[in-house]
Structures are given as structure tokens and as C-alpha cells.
């Protein structure tokens, strides 16, 4: 049974930090590509950024580009988003989820595993 479990989500002031961590089980971490996406309140959900499964390319959205940085540990099973300056219009529900296949997918339609999400609200 493949599980994937984010935490670290929270209240932030404006410009703050935050770290999210992705705890994957059940699956083969090191050979699935994995991306973390978002979805506001009333908004549909967007991606925020991918990372190949052997962590050497990754894609970010511009939105959060320069700000939002992603990483994993295979060995651990992880993967990290750490989130930098942050804005009123990060705030969302930020979700981890498992590609099909090793390589870096922007179409979220080609994610076959997702966690519960864990919320971010930045106050202004």
C-alpha cells in the first residue's frame, strides 16, 4: 500500500519560511519522479514544482521560482520543499504526490499516488 505523508504545513507571517517534508512508503521512492502541487481556496489545484527520481533535474513554477527550493533523500524516503520568502498568495493546501515513471512530468494527470496535503497560510 503506497502512502504518502506530508507535514510541516502552517501559519507564517509574510517573508517567513517554511519547510514541507514528504514521507513516501510502499513504493519504490527512487525510481518515480515526485512533484509537490497546491491548491488555493476556490482555485484548482497547480503544480509548484518537480524533481526527477534521481533528484538531478528539477522544474519549478515561475511563481515560486528563486524562493521555493525542492530536494529528496531516497535512502529516507523523502522529499522536501523548502519554502522562502514566503507571500500572502502561497497559502494553499500543499500536496506531495509520486510520477508514474522516473522522469519529470508537468501534466499532474501522470501522477498516480498523492497524500493528504498539509495547509500553508501566509498572513499578510
Known amino acids: 500500500q503506497v502512502q504518502l505523508v506530508e507535514s510541516g504545513g502552517g501559519v507564517v507571517q509574510a517573508g517567513g519560511s517554511l519547510r514541507l517534508s514528504c514521507a513516501a512508503s510502499g513504493l519504490t521512492v527512487s525510481s518515480h519522479a515526485m512533484g509537490w502541487f497546491r491548491q488555493a481556496p476556490g482555485k484548482e489545484r497547480v503544480i509548484v514544482v518537480v524533481?526527477?527520481?534521481?533528484?538531478?533535474?528539477?522544474r519549478y513554477a515561475d511563481s515560486v521560482e528563486g524562493r521555493f527550493t525542492v530536494s529528496r533523500d531516497n535512502a529516507k524516503k523523502m522529499v522536501y520543499l523548502q519554502m522562502n520568502s514566503l507571500k500572502p498568495e502561497d497559502t494553499a493546501v500543499y500536496y506531495c504526490?509520486?510520477?508514474?515513471?522516473?522522469?519529470?512530468?508537468?501534466?499532474?494527470?501522470?501522477?498516480?499516488?498523492w497524500g493528504q496535503g498539509t495547509q500553508v497560510t501566509v498572513s499578510s
Open positions: 504526490a509520486a510520477d508514474r515513471d522516473g522522469a519529470i512530468s508537468w501534466s499532474e494527470y501522470d501522477y498516480n499516488y
Open positions: 524533481i526527477s527520481a534521481t533528484g538531478d533535474t528539477t
